[in-house]
């Protein structure tokens, strides 16, 4: 009987260049898993989203609600990663350059909004900057609303997306030669100037990743958004919401045609991201 | 690793004022941006005394909702570490043509919003999906049932113990295993006896991880669930139902539960990373340049 594996391109069906078993029972669980539960929802989804046709898909995807909320969306989010590069940038600083008490609970609390449910986080967040919140009481003074306003979702969406910058930036940071520190104070260079001309250069890459990888998670937030937005049509509807609302209402067409949107942006900052990743890892090893 | 400090030399940003103006800009945010939220969620929970807190907790509902996630993690965390495992081998201990494209896919469902993940499940077992007539015409539930939790509770969790057991067994490479192979182990003892040891915290912490996510997991289960109160309703939802409800006391009562869970992940971390200090300086690395 054919052996199987001749059917197939030189090395496809053997464990290639391995003495290790195994090679066909791992890789087919693996396919297996990949296929049923990654892969087969979002075929699934694509082949609703074409059933729309494409003026379908057009008419649902310009219409002023679906394109007020993608504005929202993506407006609240870049303010997020704007937040996050910041402070992440600043976080990372300090857990690696800096001795201080406490050092080592800072750096285990960097990674809470990963660990802290996401409804959680809306829940505390809202109470927060509520009218009678412990941060919304002394802003309301000052005339400024957070909870069901745009600034909420920008609250939440930066919560939730915190670890990003400081996560990618804190290795190449503690990498760092003090070499090339040294070589700029040589010749004269203020720390200003040296941290202008020297370390960001070389961190940015990294800081640009995470940045990304932030902006991409707060798109898609959910749990924490809905809790705080107040979720106002053309206000503060973010486009994860509108999806949900579509299904609420049977309109499977503009659910999947939305859903379908999302997932393209997703791809397109995945690939973003990869690209400014492999960059980075180039630049990394070209640092030496 | 991380290197050392080095006290010695003198370094950009060192300066007494920058460190001083860095340090308290930093720390005063992360009390706004980190500590604030998780402090308020106790001590609202506690706001009304213990027995208060205690009687929020133990509603019929929430009592429920925690049933059905733990049932939801049992099944779902046990199932994405298996597939951890065989998908990390597959990629680390062979190369094949479109391994970079697999390790890719893996790490799909971090960047596919939970909304879009549950409205695709919806489109695969719903009455309006792919399976939907067939499902129905079987008098099989899926969607709007524990199956639907479970598989969309897997999909959001699938890369968490491949993307921590991946960079450490690429990084180890297969000469053990290659050696105990020529030993005369089998497949089954290669992994048992040497792979696994070698990456145990890497694993436990991708499980802890997962299982924090799976029981915290709210839009994808939220569109896939249909949210029936004190029938579907995992314990997220039960928290955002409550306070929809005004029963604000009950909603901050069962999110203690979640953000316990998260702070023993956190706890679990530490741990974990401290234990793996500790075993490489017993042992040190044995590839040069690590």
């Known amino acids: 009987m054919p052996r199987l594996r001749f059917a197939f391109p030189a090395g496809a069906g053997r464990a290639p260049r391995s003495v290790i078993p195994g090679f066909r029972l791992s890789l087919g669980l693996m396919l297996l898993y990949l296929g049923l539960i990654v892969l087969l929802p979002i075929g699934a989804l694509l082949l609703k989203a074409a059933d729309v046709g494409f003026w379908g898909y057009i008419a649902i995807i310009t219409s002023p609600r679906t394109i007020a909320s993608f504005q929202i969306t993506i407006a609240t989010a ?20 800096y001795e201080f008490p406490g050092k080592r609970l800072l750096d285990a609390m960097v990674d ?12 505390a967040l809202t109470t927060l900057f509520a009218k009678n919140g412990w941060f919304g009481a002394p802003l309301a003074q000052w005339g400024i609303q957070v909870a069901y306003a745009p600034a909420g979702i920008v609250c939440a969406m930066a919560f939730t997306s915190i670890p990003f910058v400081v996560r990618t930036v804190q290795p190449v940071l503690e990498d760092m030669e003090p070499e090339l520190e040294e070589a700029a104070a040589t010749l004269g260079a203020s720390d200003l100037t040296t941290f202008r001309k020297v370390i960001f250069p070389t961190l940015f890459p990294a800081f640009l990743a995470g940045t990304s990888l932030a902006f991409a998670r707060s798109l898609g937030e959910f749990g924490a958004v809905v809790f705080i937005a107040g979720n106002q049509p053309f206000r503060t509807e973010i486009v994860a919401l509108l999806t949900f609302i579509r299904l609420e209402e049977y ?4 659910a999947a045609a939305i859903a379908v949107t999302m997932l393209g942006l997703a791809f397109l900052m995945l690939l973003v991201v990869n690209a400014v990743q492999t960059w980075h890892q180039r630049s990394a090893l070209g640092e030496g | 690793m991380a290197a050392p400090v080095n006290r010695n030399r003198r370094r950009v940003g060192d300066g007494a004022r920058t460190r001083a103006v860095l340090l308290t800009l930093v720390l005063a945010t992360t009390a706004v941006a980190l500590i604030a939220p998780l402090a308020v969620i106790f001590s ?13 907790l133990v509603r019929p509902d929430t009592l429920h909702a925690i049933g059905l996630t733990i049932i939801t993690a049992l099944v779902c965390v046990p199932v994405n570490v298996g597939f951890g495992i065989a998908a990390a081998w597959a990629v680390t201990k062979f190369s094949f043509p479109g391994r970079n494209l697999l390790l890719a896919v893996v790490e799909l469902p971090f960047s596919i919003s939970p909304i879009v993940a549950g409205v695709a499940y919806l489109f695969v077992y719903g009455g309006q999906g792919l399976f939907g ?3 129905q015409a079987h008098d099989i539930k899926i969607v709007f049932a524990l199956p639907a939790i479970i598989l969309a509770s897997m999909f959001v969790t699938a890369p968490f113990v491949v993307r921590e057991l991946v960079p ?35 694993l436990l912490y991708g499980a802890a991880l997962c299982n924090a996510r799976v029981m915290g997991e709210f839009g994808a289960v939220s569109v896939v669930s249909g949210n029936i109160r004190g029938q579907t309703s995992t314990l997220a939802l039960q928290i955002e139902l409550l306070y929809q409800d ?31 200090r500790a075993r490489e300086e017993r042992a040190p690395p044995r590839r040069p340049g690590h």
């Open chain 1, 78 to 97: 870049a303010a997020a990663a704007v937040f996050n590069a910041v402070y992440g940038l600043g976080l990372a600083w300090v857990l690696v350059r």
């Open chain 1, 112 to 123: 809470v909004p990963f660990a802290l449910p996401t409804a959680v986080a809306g829940l």
């Open chain 1, 251 to 254: 309109d499977y067409a503009a």
């Open chain 2, 44 to 56: 609202e929970a506690f706001a009304r005394g213990f027995s208060a807190y205690a009687e929020a």
């Open chain 2, 133 to 135: 007539p067939f499902l």
């Open chain 2, 168 to 202: 450490l067994m690429m990084a180890q490479g297969r000469d053990e295993e290659e050696a105990a192979v020529s030993l005369g182990a089998n497949g089954f003892d290669v992994l048992r006896l040497v792979t696994l040891p070698n990456v145990r915290f890497a």
């Open chain 2, 246 to 276: 005004s029963h604000v006391l009950a909603a901050f009562a069962a999110a203690t539960v979640l953000a316990g869970v998260a702070l023993f992940t956190l706890v679990a971390k530490y741990l974990i990373e401290r234990a793996e």
